[in-house]
């Protein structure tokens, strides 16, 4: 049997136009299982359109999806989650009434297929009662992502740091075994993203979750990512550990007057 790990996640080839607009010509990407994979480039360079082609939002023009090996490229977001497929949104959508608490339980039981939780929710019915499982699971990951203090405050007036790590917590919740992110990193300070980086990190080694980061935050993908890919207007211009993209010329020019030389030029 071959050591060589199996990408969980391989998009080939992706070409999406709108009209006469190509937003990614001919992208390849893959995703290892239990790796951190970096997806960045500059405003209108084709991240958010390969994220929506990964999450199966956006039918590419041409290109494959597969994950584990099986075609997956007219798979609904649906059968995308059941088969271990999450994401997190850009703008935290979550449950305005619902308690920070209630919102990892959802993705819990969403994970053990409760499709009544949804029901039970539009007809505003309180919750079942947890398993000890549920219970244990539950607060485990209200305890990594630091929501112990709110976890019984509704979500609605929460500031968008603390948002977007009860979404992350949800979105573990479900146990995913491929977690594609968008942003995750926009609207928390410093301190937080430090924190927020290295329990991600945490998560990937101990749950063996294989991570797609899509970010502006440049350094954070540098240093967070065990390999990176740079789109610029459609097209994959690199790819490589964050030092070899460090390093590389047209990543460089793609970033000039933005981030990029600031913040990882050579000391
Ligand atoms: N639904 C759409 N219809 C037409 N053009 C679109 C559509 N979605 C995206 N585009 C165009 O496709 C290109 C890639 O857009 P995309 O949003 O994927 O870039 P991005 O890398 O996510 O940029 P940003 O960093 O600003 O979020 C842009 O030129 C954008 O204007
Ligand atoms: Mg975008």
Known sequence: ?????????????????????????????????????????????????????????????????????????????????????????????????????????????????????????????????????????????????????IQHQPVLGLPLGSSRLVEVARALATEPRVLLMDEPSSGLDSRETLDFCETLRTVVDEHGVSLLLVEHDVPLVLRMADRVHVLDFGVKIAEGTAAEVRENALVRAAYLGEEMPATVGEK
């Open 1 to 149: 049997m071959t050591q060589e790990p199996q990408p969980r996640l391989e998009a080939h080839d992706i070409t999406v136009r709108f009209g006469g607009l190509v937003a990614l010509d001919s992208v390849s990407i893959d995703v290892p299982a239990g790796a951190i994979v970096g997806l960045l480039g500059p405003n209108g360079a084709g991240k958010s359109t390969l994220f929506a082609v990964l999450s199966g939002l956006l039918r590419p023009t041409a290109g494959t999806v597969r994950m584990d090996g099986e075609d997956f490229t007219s798979a609904t977001p649906q059968a995308r989650a059941r088969r271990g497929l999450a994401r997190t949104f850009q703008h935290p959508e979550l449950f305005a009434s619902l308690t920070v608490r209630e919102h990892v339980v959802l993705g819990h039981r969403m994970r053990n297929g409760r499709r009544r939780i949804w029901t039970d929710l539009v007809n505003g019915r309180s919750f079942r009662r947890p398993s000890s499982t549920e219970t244990d699971q539950v607060d485990d990951l209200i305890a990594r992502f630091g929501l112990g203090a």
